[in-house]
């Protein structure tokens, strides 16, 4: 008993230092293979965007938590007048046309047809004026009343052109394209650039109100949920800060795709695909609705577009089933990328006992 116990401590000595120095290379494994990845040739640009995204990718699993809404951002407020605050580029500079031009025109406007219709009532009545007077042409007076209203028709133009043309601008190259299809009466999101999955939305019923879509949960019921009549229960999820490709179709009647505070707003037409691009400058929810009355439940069929910075956009399209980041779908515990890993990574994914059995 004493020689099998000295033969048999080095053997158990030998065994223990093979299952530290396969523990130590298991431990190793993930961050070799991930620098391996990240330093290939033709891996993707945009898995390379921040540290979280690199570790859901590393990782093989995606997590989305919806992002709760700011009140009085991106949507009505009570006793609201004007328009909505802008979150977008174009929505800021339609905002400065309608507040810093056409406002102020409007007002002077109004303001002088009032003096003179004040003037005229006082100084040219009967009383005040018995004899009327038979003038019939002043030159001085048509030339102005010809002249400035076209004068104010161009300084309107020249911004009102410019702005359109902005909003009509094609996407550049590379634009994230999202396909937007209007249905009665719900709203179908597509993504082809990200595995071509889609996303139905439908507004979230309203406690205590009718049912407006069997199987839907109602307003409310989750900690993230906006107003009653604008929430939904999946959003069209969009990347903060870049540019948008929007492709608006309707596979039955006409709908139109309206959101205020974006100075978005495209009509769905059956058999047509209408483009718009859209950049939202800060990461929120924002809520539209249906702009064109579309049949019986038009009044139910809003729009919520949440707006996450790149990282969590990509977290949250590997969340869906086939979901895929500039055409690499979701990857395994362990990157393909790096064929060496992949021993090691099944020996850190088998169970404890087994892992001892074959150092045994």
């Known amino acids: 008993m004493t020689f099998g116990k000295y033969i048999h401590a080095p053997g158990r000595a030998v065994a223990s230092l093979g299952l530290a120095a396969a523990a130590a290379l298991t431990a190793s494994v993930p961050a070799f293979a991930q620098n391996a990845a990240s330093s290939a040739p033709a891996a993707p640009s945009a898995l390379a965007t921040g540290a979280a995204e690199g570790a859901a ?3 093989g699993t995606g997590s989305y938590t919806p992002m709760k809404p700011v009140e009085g951002v991106g949507m009505p407020v009570d006793g609201g007048i004007g328009l909505q605050t802008q979150y977008s580029k174009l929505g800021e500079y339609g905002a400065w ?6 406002m102020p025109i409007i007002t002077i406007i109004c303001i002088l047809v009032l003096v003179l219709l004040v003037i005229i009532a006082v100084r040219f009545n009967r009383r005040a004026n018995p004899v009327a ?5 002043n030159t001085l007076l048509e030339v102005v009343w010809t002249l400035v209203p076209v004068l104010i028709l161009i300084g309107i133009a020249v911004p ?13 190259e590379g634009a994230l394209t999202i396909k937007v299809t209007g249905n009665q009466w719900f709203w179908t999101y597509g993504y082809p650039d990200n595995g071509d999955f889609e996303v139905i939305s439908n507004m979230l019923n309203i406690p205590g109100s009718p049912t407006i879509n069997n199987g839907v949960r109602e307003v409310g019921s989750r900690p993230w949920d906006g107003p009653a009549h ?3 229960d999946n959003r069209m999820v969009v990347p903060v800060g870049e540019p948008i490709r929007l492709q ?5 009647v006409i709908h139109s795709l309206g959101v205020p505070s974006l100075w978005l707003k495209i009509d769905a037409v059956p058999g047509r695909i209408n483009e718009k691009v859209l950049v939202i400058e800060k990461p929120g929810v924002y809520y539209g609705q249906c702009s064109e009355l579309c049949g019986a439940k038009h009044a139910y069929m809003p729009i919520a577009i949440e707006a996450l910075p790149r990282a969590q956009y990509n977290a949250w399209v590997l969340t869906h089933a086939g979901g895929e980041i500039d055409g690499q779908k979701k990857p395994a515990a362990v990157p393909a990328a790096a064929p060496a890993a992949a021993p090691a990574a099944d020996a850190s994914e088998a169970p404890a006992g087994e892992a001892t059995a074959e150092a045994e």
């Open 57 to 59: 990718l590393a990782s």
């Open 97 to 102: 046309i309608h507040d810093g031009i056409l």
């Open 133 to 137: 007077s038979k003038t019939s042409h």
């Open 160 to 172: 009102s052109i410019d702005l359109i043309a902005k909003q009509y601008k094609p996407a550049p």
């Open 230 to 232: 604008l929430e939904v």
């Open 248 to 252: 608006v179709t309707a596979a039955d």
